[in-house]
């Protein structure tokens, strides 16, 4: 648990994640319904850096919150609601 408290400790991460919550409201530009949004749009909506946004989108699927697909060149990204709602219910039962 501690591991996951620590994704959610930067505003950048929370950001993307609720970003993801719904791709089509924040990335109206992409078709994200089936592989999630792609890193380069989450990286331009973000304004950091490519190296900066990948090295949060790492430690948010370390920690089980996002799931990657790759596509030849490219990464997607999208929640994991179930591995999200079993934290927040561990939290839950924890505090």
Known sequence: MI?????????????ILNWLKDPEAHFPCGDTAELG???GLIQQKSGASASTVSAHLAVLQRAGFLQATR???WIYYRRDEARIRAFTEDLHRTL
């Open 3 to 15: 591991d996951e408290c620590k994704a959610l400790s930067n505003e950048t991460r929370l950001r």
């Open 37 to 39: 949004v792609c890193a």
């Open 71 to 73: 596509r030849g060149q």
